[in-house]
């Protein structure tokens, strides 16, 4: 529920206010950061351990000319590797391959594009590079220096010097330090679902957190991790968002189906759009993936709520979303071996006929049904639907 000023008692506006920050969550950098679920791309998946400033300048060069930036990416995310040594002083600094951090996140931020790095709360990243142990402040300052506007913050090797227990106090303290720069920066905890994060990401202060482990560019990893995220809707909205990891769309192991099925899974799931493609390479086909407008405002939904699965049948699903503007998303999922019919009641999704359904995919009006709806689905695919 939105309160507009003006129309709340004081007195309520104040409770709120304590609430937020008994539970550590500040009020104002709650609503300014990752209002809807942050978008853009992250090295890891395509080039590991190979990433370098050069690739990073290319990437973000093509996501601002062609087509993803106006479709709602901004993030350009190294992930790890790209730590070099500290100094006498503790401050860290780059390896070879990155020779001027500030100069790269200039050169994005001129793009109009936002600058996204990478580090542990351990004493290595889980590619053996230096974390910031011990160093939490001294790293947010140095990465606000460089116009850094997001932090993944992966566990890796925090295991090795920290009780489990001690997980949130850990994530909180490289959230204070964070938010002491006074920099806006988007706070994403990877710590693959541990310890349920999803009931206490936000009180230290995640705006997105690892609800998985890795996801991997195969079927049968992205449709267990997809369909696995039942149950968590309730913990994630604006300024805070369950992630079911990177999308892997476009990095070749999946068929044109099974990247349809992920995208519209995570849209419905309002899940952060990272992609982790090679995006100066892409066919035309996954771009259009990527950037259809209709699908990804359903994740960029101002109402920020999770989609639920509704009904299922053996390896049918049907899932829904209800968006801000009293529609509902509706996701018809085939994980069987043929093409089969799937149907969604509208009684299961809150609504009375007659309703207009649009295919969100094929951009195309499908008419006024009554009662049900059924599509043809084909072999781990989906029909993307919005009804109102």
Same mark, same amino acid.
């Given at each position: 529920?939105?309160?507009?000023?003006?129309?709340?008692?004081?007195?309520?506006?104040?409770?709120?206010?304590?609430?937020?920050?008994?539970?550590?969550?500040?009020?104002?950098?709650?609503?300014?950061?990752?209002?809807?679920?942050?978008?853009?791309?992250?090295?890891?998946?395509?080039?590991?351990?190979?990433?370098?400033?050069?690739?990073?300048?290319?990437?973000?060069?093509?996501?601002?000319?062609?087509?993803?930036?106006?479709?709602?990416?901004?993030?350009?995310?190294?992930?790890?590797?790209?730590?070099?040594?500290?100094?006498?002083?503790?401050?860290?600094?780059?390896?070879?391959?990155?020779?001027?951090?500030?100069?790269?996140?200039?050169?994005?931020?001129?793009?109009?594009?936002?600058?996204?790095?990478?580090?542990?709360?351990?004493?290595?990243?889980?590619?053996?590079?230096?974390?910031?142990?011990?160093?939490?402040?001294?790293?947010?300052?140095?990465?606000?220096?460089?116009?850094?506007?997001?932090?993944?913050?992966?566990?890796?090797?925090?295991?090795?010097?920290?009780?489990?227990?001690?997980?949130?106090?850990?994530?909180?303290?490289?959230?204070?330090?964070?938010?002491?720069?006074?920099?806006?920066?988007?706070?994403?905890?990877?710590?693959?679902?541990?310890?349920?994060?999803?009931?206490?990401?936000?009180?230290?202060?995640?705006?997105?957190?690892?609800?998985?482990? %890795? /996801?991997?560019? @195969?079927?049968?990893?992205?449709?267990?991790?997809?369909?696995?995220?039942?149950? *968590? =809707?309730? $913990?994630? !909205?604006?300024?805070?968002?369950?992630?079911?990891?990177?999308?892997?769309?476009?990095?070749?192991?999946?068929?044109?189906?099974?990247?349809?099925?992920?995208?519209?899974?995570?849209?419905?799931?309002?899940?952060?759009?990272?992609?982790?493609?090679?995006?100066?390479?892409?066919?035309?086909?996954?771009?259009?993936?990527?950037?259809?407008?209709?699908?990804?405002?359903?994740?960029?939904?101002?109402?920020?709520?999770?989609?639920?699965?509704?009904?299922?049948?053996?390896?049918?699903?049907?899932?829904?979303?209800?968006?801000?503007?009293?529609?509902?998303?509706?996701?018809?999922?085939?994980?069987?071996?043929?093409?089969?019919?799937?149907?969604?009641?509208?009684? %299961? /999704?809150?609504? @009375?006929?007659?309703?207009?359904?649009?295919?969100?995919?094929?951009?195309?009006? *499908? =008419?006024? $049904?009554? !009662?049900?709806?059924?599509?043809?689905?084909?072999?781990?695919?989906?029909?993307?639907?919005?009804?109102?």
């Amino acid at each position: 529920m939105k309160l507009r000023p003006g129309l709340v008692p004081g007195g309520v506006c104040t409770a709120i206010l304590v609430l937020f920050l008994a539970c550590g969550i500040p009020a104002a950098r709650g609503q300014e950061i990752a209002a809807t679920p942050p978008m853009g791309w992250n090295s890891w998946n395509h080039y590991g351990c190979k990433v370098s400033q050069a690739i990073v300048r290319e990437q973000a060069r093509a996501m601002a000319t062609n087509g993803m930036k106006a479709a709602g990416y901004e993030y350009v995310n190294i992930d790890d590797c790209w730590q070099g040594k500290r100094d006498a002083n503790g401050v860290i600094h780059p390896n070879s391959r990155f020779p001027d951090m500030k100069a790269l996140g200039d050169y994005i931020h001129s793009l109009g594009l936002k600058f996204g790095i990478y580090s542990s709360p351990g004493p290595k990243t889980c590619a053996g590079y230096a974390g910031s142990y011990q160093h939490e402040k001294q790293d947010a300052e140095t990465y606000a220096s460089w116009g850094v506007d997001y932090l993944k913050y992966d566990w890796c090797s925090a295991r090795q010097v920290y009780k489990p227990s001690e997980m949130p106090a850990v994530y909180k303290k490289m959230h204070e330090a964070l938010v002491a720069t006074r920099r806006p920066i988007v706070y994403s905890l990877c710590q693959y679902g541990m310890d349920r994060v999803w009931r206490w990401g936000a009180s230290v202060g995640g705006n997105l957190w690892r609800t998985t482990d %890795d /996801i991997q560019d @195969n079927y049968t990893r992205m449709a267990f991790i997809g369909f696995g995220q039942e149950g *968590l =809707g309730k $913990f994630a !909205g604006p300024g805070h968002w369950n992630d079911p990891d990177m999308l892997e769309v476009g990095n070749g192991h999946m068929k044109p189906d099974e990247y349809l099925t992920h995208m519209s899974l995570w849209c419905l799931l309002s899940a952060p759009l990272i992609s982790g493609n090679d995006l100066t390479t892409m066919s035309p086909e996954t771009l259009a993936i990527l950037t259809n407008p209709e699908v990804v405002a359903v994740d960029q939904d101002p109402a920020g709520t999770e989609a639920h699965r509704v009904s299922e049948e053996g390896p049918l699903q049907v899932w829904v979303k209800p968006l801000a503007d009293g529609g509902k998303a509706v996701g018809l999922f085939n994980q069987g071996e043929s093409t089969m019919p799937v149907t969604v009641h509208l009684s %299961d /999704i809150g609504l @009375n006929g007659p309703v207009s359904i649009r295919d969100l995919w094929a951009r195309k009006d *499908l =008419g006024s $049904f009554n !009662g049900s709806y059924t599509a043809q689905v084909p072999r781990h695919g989906v029909v993307l639907l919005k009804i109102k």
